[in-house]
């Protein structure tokens, strides 16, 4: 009987790994953990490592944020149309921002990244794996802290790079919508709703260097959570400046301690993009207004998008998809809302083909946004 039992165990246990006729053999590395392929196991020790001495024990906080923003500068260093006339384009997602430090850092664009670069060098070097992969896998872990996030995919086996990517690859905040799009075509291929998508990165942003006497300064009033309030609060109407007024690349913003970037402003109201804005805030069909939080979208366009960009230079059907690698982040802890003091009387609606849904406002006092601590 205990022998009919166990197989009977086991055929249920081989049943359930069967998906679409294929068989899902997993692997137990030498630490416990299983996955999916042998070769992932060396990327469970990574985790720990820099979940409890770089995110301070697994904290959606300053040094996610950065992390996050290096992935993007280093895989959007890759231009087509100079590959096309015979120039080193750059190798997107090679690690070059962190190997060639003293040139890449240099750019105006990547102003600020020497700091996370050089707190993520001691990982680097006991990682075992290449400062490619570091770099994307660090920044997929990152964002499995924040509340609302998705699970993001992760790959192992990127060449790195031997030799810089050239200036003037990264966009800067003070680009026209016209630029940046043809930028991340030319870098990739994505569409204007792929460039959004890549945006949803702002809501767990800050900006340190826009206005150097205000570091820290997020880019909307939960920088701590993976939701939609970047895309509400960036097309309300700005009315003051957090710091000081002049700096390049910022426009006015709706809230004190809130930075508004000049780029993210013009591509919320474009009419190329506005509609796609506002789709992360809320769903129509037909007319009819279907959700006003629309978080499956911020997760799976974001999980879509980022997976492209975090391969560029790459054939993925030569990476090891460690995917499986990755915690599941934590449920989403908000709901689409105005800060307390702002209406939708405030939105500046920019989508000409759906309106902007109603949404509570928050009770209490205007809304004051602190700056995200340092790690």
């Known amino acids: 009987m205990a022998f009919k039992l166990l197989a009977s165990f086991v055929s249920v246990l081989a049943a359930l790994q069967v998906a679409s006729g294929a068989v899902t053999r997993l692997v137990t590395c030498p630490d416990g953990n299983v996955t999916a392929n042998a070769a992932c196991c060396v990327l469970f020790a990574v985790r720990e490592d820099i979940q409890q001495n770089l995110f ?66 001691p ?62 075509a030319d870098a990739g291929d994505f569409t204007p709703a792929e460039v959004v998508a890549l945006l949803v990165s702002h809501t767990i942003a800050a900006a340190d260097h826009v206005d150097p006497t205000i570091p820290g300064t997020p880019f909307d009033s939960t ?6 309030q970047f895309f509400i609060e960036t097309l309300l109407k700005g009315t003051l400046f957090p710091g ?59 999980k879509a998008a980022f997976r492209k960009m975090t391969v560029l230079g790459s054939n993925v059907n030569d990476l090891i998809d460690c995917s499986d690698v990755v915690p599941n982040p934590p449920a989403p802890a908000s709901k689409a809302h105005f800060p307390a003091g702002l209406t939708r009387r405030d939105v500046q609606q920019s989508c000409l083909f759906t309106p902007f849904p109603s949404l509570p406002t928050d009770p209490g006092p205007a809304t004051s946004v602190a700056p995200v601590p340092p790690s």
């Open 244 to 302: 000081t007024a002049g700096n390049q690349g910022e426009v006015m913003s709706p809230l004190r301690g809130e930075l508004r970037l000049q780029s993210d402003s013009e591509l919320a109201r474009d009419e190329r993009t506005a509609c796609e804005w506002q789709s992360f805030v809320s769903t129509y069909q037909t007319f009819h207004l279907i959700s006003t939080n629309n978080q499956a979208k911020i997760q799976s366009a974001f």
């Open 123 to 184: 990982f680097v070097a006991r990682s075992n794996i290449s400062v490619a992969d570091f770099i994307q896998f660090a920044g997929a872990i990152g964002v499995s802290n924040c509340p609302g996030a998705p699970r993001l995919d992760v790959f192992l086996g990127r060449k790195d790079a031997t030799q810089p990517a050239p200036d003037l690859t990264v966009p800067e905040p003070f680009d026209n919508v016209t630029h940046i799009l043809e930028r991340f």
């Open 223 to 228: 920088p701590e959570l993976f939701d939609s």
């Open 56 to 121: 301070d024990g697994g904290e959606c906080g300053e040094d996610v944020h950065e992390s996050l923003r290096l992935t993007f500068h280093d895989a959007i260093g890759i231009s087509q149309s100079m590959a096309r006339a015979g120039v080193f384009g750059g190798g997107g997602a090679d690690g070059s921002i962190a190997i060639f430090e003293d040139i890449e850092t240099n750019f105006h664009a990547n102003l600020g990244v020497d700091e996370i670069i050089d707190e993520q060098k």
